[in-house]
């Protein structure tokens, strides 16, 4: 299926894309000549914009999935200020919040109160409407005035990881009068 991998000097990247396709041929897979034969800086890959051709690699919703998130989210607030919603449309919202996770990490959040507004009575009635809570349209007026700036700054690709090595462990026990 897809693949992809990167580095930060052009040479390399080729020699790392050249191995995986001999590796993948090795192990018979037959490659597909639909990709592109050279790195790029940017690239399409699982409905996300990656950005090779910055100090970090990151991540970005594509412009097009940004725009439709958008016109999602200020129909709802607009129809939320006046009345119900459709809960079709509001799940709709809640499943571009999802898909955004990768770009924007904070989209993880932005979709609990949406989801809740639509599940809080048990069952959805899918054609029927829900009401927003306040919360919801709290984070619906997030999406529409801060989603953008975060999409344009990217959640980085590789996150370093924030386990340490130690040298030495210590092993204590309490008792009822001292720590031994």
């Known amino acids: 299926d897809d693949t992809l ?9 080729v020699w790392m ?7 993948f041929e090795e192990l018979g897979f037959s490659m597909s000549a639909k990709g592109e034969l050279l790195p790029f800086p ?7 914009v990656v950005h090779f051709g910055q ?6 919703l594509p412009a097009d999935k940004e725009e439709k998130l958008r016109k999602v989210a200020q129909k709802l607030w607009e129809e ?9 449309e509001a799940a709709s919202c809640v499943g571009k919040l999802m898909s955004a996770v990768k770009a924007v990490p904070l989209s993880r959040l ?12 048990g069952e959805p009635q899918w054609g029927g409407t829900v009401r927003l809570s306040e919360e919801a ?13 975060f999409n344009r700054q990217g959640a980085p690709i590789w996150i370093s990881s924030t386990i340490l090595p130690v040298d030495k ?10 720590i031994g």
Request: aromatic fraction near 10%; charged fraction near 25%.
């Open 17 to 23: 894309r050249n191995a995986q396709m001999i590796e």
């Open 55 to 60: 100090p970090t690699p990151r991540w970005h």
């Open 5 to 13: 991998g990167g580095h930060k000097l052009f040479g390399a990247a």
């Open 42 to 48: 940017k690239q399409k890959f699982l409905g996300m």
């Open 137 to 149: 349209r709290e984070d619906l007026r997030w999406v529409l005035h801060c989603f953008s700036t």
């Open 169 to 178: 462990v210590l092993v204590q026990d309490a008792g009822p009068r001292a």
């Open 80 to 88: 939320s200020l006046v009345s119900e919603v459709q809960c079709r």
């Open 110 to 121: 932005l979709f609990r109160e949406l989801n809740w507004s639509i599940y809080s009575k």
